[in-house]
Structures are given as C-alpha cells and as structure tokens.
C-alpha cells in the first residue's frame, strides 16, 4: 500500500507514533525463533497507554490486523509478523512508575526489560524470582504474555504467580487498568488472568505490578555429577525435605553439559564425564547458616550414594562461573542451526524412559541428530535441541517428539507457548473442548480478529 493511503487511514493516531515504509527497521521482522516474516508496513510504537488504545481503536475499526512486539526473545515465532500485518512495539513504554518498599511491590511499564526489574529491586534489598538467560533484553509484556518460567519456578512458581496487577488494552481501545497491590483480592472476576499466558491474542499488556521479596545475602550452587536418572529424582526429593531455600534445580544430560562447555570454553570440573549433571541452588538469610546446611545436605547425597562428585561454590565469582554452562544454551543455537527446539512437560515418573525412547527413536530416523537434552527438572520441564543441520527434517523431528510426549500425557509446552510453531500439535495436549473455549473467549474479546491472529490457534 503506498504510504500516503496509509497515513490517511491513521488519519486519527498522530503521526509521531508509526513509523512506515523505509523508516522501518529489520529488527521488526522476526523474533528469537528464527521464524521471520516481511518488512511490515507499519510500526506504531506508543508513549502511553492512551496511544495503545487510541492506535487499536484505529487497527480495529480498519479491521487490520497487529501482532505484538516486546524484546523478540519468544521462541515460538509469536511475535514475527505475517504478511500484512502491523506491528505494535511497546518498546517506547520503558517507565519504572512506582517501587512501593512497604508493600514489596513494583510496578511497571510493559517495555521495561526483566533485568531493569531486578536491578531496581536489588537496589532497595529486594528480589524479583524470574530468572532466564534472555533477562536484558525480555520484556513485561513478553514474558508476561507467555507465563514465562525460567530456573526458580520451584520455589516461587510461574510469573502467573508474581503478578499482582495487570494493565492492558483490547482489541476496541477498552482499558482496562488494575494496580492491585493486594495479595489477597476475591472481588469479582480475576481478569488478569485473561492475559497471562494467552500470549497476545486476546490483550495488549501496557503495565504490570509484581511481587518482590526480601533478598537473601547468602547464596550458593553445587554442581554434581550422578550416574541415574532416580537418583536425580531421589537427590530433588532429599534437598526438597532438607533444604527450604532450594530455588534451582538443574539437570544436563552428558551430551549437552560436554558440548555447550567446550563451545563457551569452560573447564569439565569433574576428573572424568558423568551421565548426568545437575546445579542446584540454595539462598538463605544468613552466610554460614546456608553454607552448612547445603553441606550437611550433599553429604548425606553422598552417603546415599545418589551424587558421584560435587563442587560448591564458595563465593559470588565460582557460582557465576558454574552457571556459565547452563547459561549457555544459546551456543547451541548458533553452532548447530537449524534446530528443533523443545520445551516440553514430562510428569517426572515418566521421564527418565522418555529420555531414552525419545534418544533412540530420533537417532532411529536421523542416524546424524545431534541431541541436547536439559531442563528445569524440579517442575517437569525438559528442553531439548535437536538438528541434522537441515531444515526439512525440523518437522518430522518435531512430529516424533511431540508424538512421545503425547503419549506420557506431557505438555507440548510448558513455558515458551504455542506462537505459531506448535499449533498444529496444541490437541496433543487440549481436548477439543478446551480448544473451543479458547476460541470462544477470543472471539468475545476480539471479534475482529486483529490481536496476533492465528497465535495458538487459528479461528
Ligand atoms: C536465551 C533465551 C533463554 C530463554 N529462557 C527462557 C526460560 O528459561 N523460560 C522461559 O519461559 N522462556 C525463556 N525464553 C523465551 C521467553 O519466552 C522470552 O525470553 C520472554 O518470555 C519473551 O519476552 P519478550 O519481551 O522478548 O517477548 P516477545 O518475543 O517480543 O513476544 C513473545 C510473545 O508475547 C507477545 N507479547 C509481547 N509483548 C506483549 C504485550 N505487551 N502484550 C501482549 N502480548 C505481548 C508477543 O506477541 C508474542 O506472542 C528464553 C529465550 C531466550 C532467547
């Protein structure tokens, strides 16, 4: 469309708020998936709530549809345009409004990155407990919109959990705004929920509020190497019983422990390779007090005979540097592209089979699969790269593994989201019902169809 027709249909949104044709950038093309679409015609980039609304109202009175952009680090292609769609970045929304100390809270603008989030805490003795290797460049609205997880989802879950209050925009222009700052708050509807984890489709999140916590001085991470897969399970068990500021439980199968520590350069701690590898984490108030604990805890480890070797960090510096290789995932991405990427649910009774078959079946079919396997084991989450080095074995790769994690009832997702990637498989894990509902609610709140259509779901 040539750019003068499009200025007069955004005759009501003023002209400081888009960006069209050449002004705009290549970053608008694709998220962190790899899944890329075409130069979108328009980037309306808004200051305020009111812009949101005032540039939907517009979008679904043309009955033009938008998708949403916060840092581009989704996984899952949600965030990539589609042909003929506008972009909506909330790039421009980056205030901190309100650090409220007395009531642990902070709240936000839904540009803010996760990193921003947690250097303002840190800096009044308090923590946010999101943690992920994207935090400089994820945003609330991101990772609110996907439910993001990340490594300390066992001790303060989901950040469903840390949301107090939400602000967001529908499809019309509505607002609807809601500071809540109250842990407890049963009047009426909960209609934050409404967007989180519906990534996009049925809101544009403007703002969030979110608990904080007390930071604990005292932190420290073990990593141990474990011959079994139920003595990862039975040593989650102990330190669950044993130690209550566990925040992380980490598990690395040998094959990605070796290959992301050559790729980043890190030193194998252990004389030999082990199966297994997991990092665990443990905080507490007072220095000596955690450190004793964690020891007591991994020495009856040992005389279970479930941990083979171990280290403890003994200060900041050493636990940075045992995160290095679990931090390191994104070397895989760029060493082995293109890749089948998972973040699958296993229940945990089943995952230790799962592992195997999924190994075996794949190498079956790809004798050449290069296989990763890791994840947040303390709640069911594994992920898992794989890649031929060729893109037309991405999707029969996914089909396999998708069709496993079916049968040990998994989830095709447990925290990047549907997007555009897996939809195909979303019955795999939703009965036709539920699919419904959701199509249902998304045509109530967007009967236009506008907000990220065809994420999750086409209607
Ligand atoms: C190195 C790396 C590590 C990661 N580790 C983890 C991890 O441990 N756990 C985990 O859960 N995820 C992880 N992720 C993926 C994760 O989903 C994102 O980092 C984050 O949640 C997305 O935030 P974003 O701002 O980049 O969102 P984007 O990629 O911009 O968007 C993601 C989705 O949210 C929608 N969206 C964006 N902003 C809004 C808004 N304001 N309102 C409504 N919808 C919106 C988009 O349309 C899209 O559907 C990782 C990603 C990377 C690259």
């Not at 469309?1 to 949104?13: G, V």
């Not at 949101?52 to 517009?58: M, S």
């Not at 003929?84 to 603008?109: F, H, K």
């Not at 990763?372 to 069911?380: K, P």
């Amino acid at each position: 469309m040539i750019q003068s027709a499009i200025d007069s249909q955004l005759a009501q949104i003023p002209r400081s708020l888009y960006r069209l044709g050449e002004e705009v950038e290549v970053k608008y093309t694709k998220d962190w998936s790899g899944i890329s679409g075409p130069l979108p015609e328009v980037v309306f980039l808004p200051r305020t709530e009111h812009d949101v609304a005032l540039i939907l109202a517009g979008c679904n009175e043309l009955k033009h549809p938008v998708v949403t952009q916060g840092g581009l680090t989704g996984l899952s292609g949600g965030a990539s345009p589609k042909s003929g769609e506008w972009v909506l970045s909330l790039e421009r929304m980056r205030s901190i409004v309100e650090l409220d100390v007395a009531s642990s809270t902070i709240t936000v603008e839904a540009g803010v990155t996760l990193q921003e989030i947690q250097e303002a805490a840190a800096e009044h003795n308090l923590m946010f407990p999101l943690d992920m290797g994207s935090r400089g460049s994820c945003t609330v609205g991101g990772f609110t919109a996907t439910n993001a997880g990340g490594t300390q989802v066992i001790q303060r879950g989901m950040v469903r959990n840390l949301v107090l209050g939400l602000d967001a925009v529908l499809a019309d222009g509505t607002i609807l705004s809601n500071r809540n700052k109250l842990l407890k708050n049963n009047a009426g509807y909960d209609l934050k929920q409404l967007f989180i984890g519906t990534e996009g489709t049925l809101g544009v999140i403007t703002g969030a509020t979110f608990r904080l916590f007390p930071t604990r001085v005292a932190r420290y991470t073990a990593l141990c190497g474990m011959h079994r897969f139920d003595d990862v399970v039975s040593l989650l068990h102990l330190f669950q019983k044993k130690l209550p500021g566990l925040r992380g439980f980490e598990l690395m199968w040998e094959s990605y422990f070796q290959t992301v520590a050559s790729l980043t350069g890190q030193r194998d701690p252990f004389p030999g390779p082990f199966p297994l590898y997991v990092l665990c984490e443990v905080e507490g108030a007072d220095e000596q007090a955690t450190r004793s604990q964690f020891e007591e805890a991994l020495e009856d480890a040992f005389e279970r005979n479930l941990v083979q070797d171990a280290i403890l960090s003994r200060n900041e510096q050493e636990r940075t540097n045992l995160w290095k290789i679990r931090d390191g995932v994104s070397e895989l991405f760029s060493t082995f592209n293109p890749v089948a990427n998972f973040d699958i649910g296993i229940p945990i009774a089943s995952m230790a089979q799962f592992a195997l078959d999924v190994e075996q079946k794949l190498k079956a079919s790809f004798p050449q699969c290069h296989i990763f396997l890791f994840g947040h084991i303390g709640d069911g989450n594994l992920h898992l790269i794989a890649s031929t080095g060729r893109e037309e074995d991405v999707h029969r790769i996914e089909d396999t593994v998708f069709a496993l994690t079916r049968e040990v009832s998994g989830t095709i997702t447990a925290e990047h989201g549907i997007g555009v990637s897996k939809k195909e498989w979303l019955h795999y894990c939703r009965s036709d019902e539920e699919i419904e509902t959701m199509k249902r609610l998304k045509r109530s709140f967007d009967p236009n169809n506008i907000l990220n259509p065809g994420r999750i779901f086409d209607l």
